[in-house]
């Protein structure tokens, strides 16, 4: 069997957006595969029964949120195909044919959803007071591209995320008409025709304008659109967000309630006859508390909370979905190293119910009338499309994507393990190399500590770090990952134990966590490294100032300097949540709190990672670290990924990918009597990479 390599990250194929069809006979899903610099994306669908999955659409472009029709004759998608490379609606009969574009929009496209009667879809888009006002948001010459303000001038709080600037983009509402958009074409409308305009026009509408953004667009009925919008005087400072009903027929616009959260609502999900389902987050320190689902009732003006009497917070990113008949709620929450799903009725007339994860991590789900179909990920697969009932009682495996590469690979199953930490119940995960025998006591191996980002997430035995966890154990190193205080998943007291101290009590845990471990006879204690990104990268650096327990030390995408961050993020309400402060308020003590704080402790090599464009860490904190380091004489060596934002581990460019995994393999191999391997500050810049070396390596 071959060993897992960081290059393999070309050869592995990801499922996504599963989608059940209305017959609830067929799941449509997108086949995500990397390139060399970028990913190629198709719609593929799959009979529940089990038989071959078929090529839904062209290898062209980057496709994405496949959408039946109600009445399974359609499927609608986004794609960058053709002119322009922007996300664009395109349409396919599903019997077969070719697919046709219905819209050249400017600002791309985002949230496809059709209307209940099948004649309308919404989607919303991010476009300029410029762009409304020349109807580039309807239709717009493919060559067109925007031109960056220079200079830049910035009258927000928050005017930049990502990878990107907004430089005066705000997301609106769009319905499409779709037989007005197959009739009245041409398919890929050039706007520099007047005629063509007006046939977008005539098939496009906007409902929402101003300056502000209107996000997570539904459908009620089939005359009605809801939306959220920011409430505040200053909206980038506020938390409250308005849930407006929009009336196709009169333009009224109706606010129905409002709820709060420091990331805002990832989705709303309504009925036909006007309940809104919605996610809450306590106002007072949002950024810790856990999420809820609650019902607006129009016939009664009242909202119910049904996952109130859960302890646990509902997965960011996936939102909630009802069932066909209106009567139930389906959810994701993380669980004790799970993603898991859960079911709920919409009244709160009973306790949500446990339906399907244990051991796995549920990314996404599909409600139909009988079945639930969904993407899961476990200890021996990055990712596959499942299928159960309803209750969760039969399971079927649909794909199996990457069965040809798995097939060739020696993957190791993790061992859970749990552990005291001041009196808390900590649950980890080891992971040995594809050589380790237990039966021989003679062999030992350097050990490497993986800390998570968030700091309010969890890790699980599978998910995006899969490849990563199994290539460092293909290297000869056990691997030991854990969700400390902070991490959710266990309950809204452990996800707020790191109140106003993210380090030390984050550390205790990870530290206790390594104890044990090093207790067991293979693990060599004279060599523990760490790493970890974003909060991970925090409390890598916050270790290394701390302990002298690590060999060597890499530091990725990480927050270390809490004023610098503070002042450059798209994230401060973390901070005000998480220690209930501001730089004004306490500069003393976020100093205090600071990795960089403590750079005059440091005496272990620490490489640090980062990307030009990340936007919710950036960079400017991570230099300031970088420049202690080198300042008091620590080995030490800063990377640059350009292009790259703070999602570089999951969903950058495939070298970067590439190369970033190697990177940490080669510093842990330079300070290891177990690999036969110069420091990477002796070796060439980039020696022994397999990837494209950046030009501006730092």
């Known amino acids: 069997m071959n060993e897992i390599q960081a290059r393999d990250y070309h050869d592995l194929v990801h499922a996504e957006d599963p989608q059940l069809s209305p017959e609830g006979d067929r799941i449509a899903f997108v086949r995500r595969r990397p390139d060399d610099d970028s990913y190629t994306a198709t719609v593929h669908v ?42 664009q609606v395109w ?51 493919p060559d067109y591209e925007f031109e960056t303000p220079d200079p830049r001038v910035i009258d927000r709080s928050i005017y930049r995320a990502a990878t990107e600037y907004f430089d005066g983009r705000r997301s609106h509402v769009y319905v499409l008409d779709v037989a007005a958009a197959l009739e009245e074409g041409p398919e890929g409308s050039d706007s520099s025709s007047d005629d063509d305009a007006e046939a977008a026009d005539r098939s496009i509408t906007r409902l929402t304008d101003g300056d502000a953004d209107h996000i997570a667009p539904t459908w009620g009925d089939d005359g009605t659109v809801y939306y959220a919008s920011k409430v505040g005087e200053e909206p980038d400072h506020s938390l409250r967000y308005a849930v407006l009903a929009h009336d ?75 069932t066909p008949d209106g009567e139930e709620l389906y959810f994701l929450t993380p669980d004790e190293g799970s993603q898991v799903c859960w079911a709920v ?34 200890w021996d697969h990055p990712g596959d499309v499942f299928v159960t009932t309803r209750g969760g009682n039969e399971v079927h495996r649909l794909t199996r994507i990457n069965d040809g590469y798995l097939s060739e690979r020696a993957v190791r199953q993790p061992e859970e393990i749990r552990f005291e930490s001041e009196g808390e119940s900590i649950q980890g995960w080891l992971l040995t190399p594809p050589t380790f025998d237990a039966d021989d006591t003679d062999e030992r191996y350097p050990l490497v500590v993986e800390i998570h980002g968030g700091p309010h997430a969890q890790w699980t035995t599978s998910g995006t770090m899969w490849h990563e966890f199994q290539t460092l154990a293909a290297r000869g190193y056990v691997v030991f990952w854990c969700n400390p205080r902070g991490s959710t998943g266990y309950g809204e007291d452990h996800a707020m134990a790191i109140e106003r101290d993210w380090g030390e009590v984050t550390l205790t845990d990870v530290l206790a966590g390594v104890d044990k471990v090093c207790k067991r006879e293979y693990v060599d204690e004279a060599e523990v490294f760490v790493t970890g990104g974003s909060f991970g990268g925090f409390m890598t650096a916050w270790a290394v100032g701390h302990t002298d327990r690590f060999t060597a030390a890499v530091s990725q995408r990480g927050v270390y300097g809490l004023t610098g961050f503070y002042g450059s993020t798209d994230a401060f309400h973390l901070l005000e949540g998480d220690f209930a402060t501001t730089p004004w308020e306490e500069p003393a003590f976020l100093w205090e709190q600071s990795p960089v704080a403590h750079v005059p402790e440091v005496d272990t090599p620490t490489l640090v990672l980062h990307s030009d464009r990340d936007f919710r860490t950036p960079a400017n904190t991570a230099e300031l670290f970088y420049l202690g380091l080198q300042k008091h004489g620590v080995d030490t060596r800063l990377v640059r990924y350009p292009r790259e934002g703070h999602e570089l581990s999951r969903s950058g460019e495939p070298a970067h990918v590439v190369d970033r995994l190697e990177r940490i393999v080669r510093w842990f191999d330079g300070y290891s009597a177990y690999h036969d391997a110069l420091p990477a500050l002796e070796r060439e810049q980039n020696a022994g990479l397999s990837s494209a070396p950046s030009e501006n390596e730092e």
């Open 345 to 378: 009725p919409a009244d709160a007339s009973a306790e949500p119910r446990r339906i399907y994860g244990d051991g796995a991590t549920v990314e996404e789900v599909s409600v139909g009338e009988n079945a639930v179909a969904y993407v899961q990920s476990e």
């Open 46 to 87: 799959v009979p529940v029964g089990g038989d071959e999955t078929r090529q839904f659409t062209a290898n062209d472009g980057v496709d994405s949120q496949p959408r039946w029709s109600p009445d399974g004759d359609l499927l609608a998608f986004v794609s960058t195909r053709g002119a322009g490379d922007r996300e």
């Open 91 to 141: 349409l396919l009969p599903t019997d077969g044919g070719e697919a046709h574009q219905l819209t050249q929009v400017v600002g791309g496209v985002g949230s496809l959803e059709w209307s209940p009667d099948g004649s309308q879809l919404c989607f919303s888009q991010s476009v300029t007071a410029a762009d409304r006002e020349d109807g580039r948001d309807y239709a717009v010459d």
């Open 248 to 322: 196709l027929e009169t333009g009224d616009v109706e606010a129905v309630t409002e709820t709060t959260g420091w990331l805002g609502p990832n989705s709303l999900a309504a009925t036909e006859d006007g309940r809104v389902a919605f996610e809450y987050t306590p106002e007072e320190q949002a950024s810790m508390r856990q999420t809820d689902i609650r019902v607006y009732d129009p016939e009664t003006d009242a909202e119910v909370t049904p996952t109130d009497p859960l302890d646990r917070t509902i997965a960011r990113g996936v939102g909630v979905e009802w």
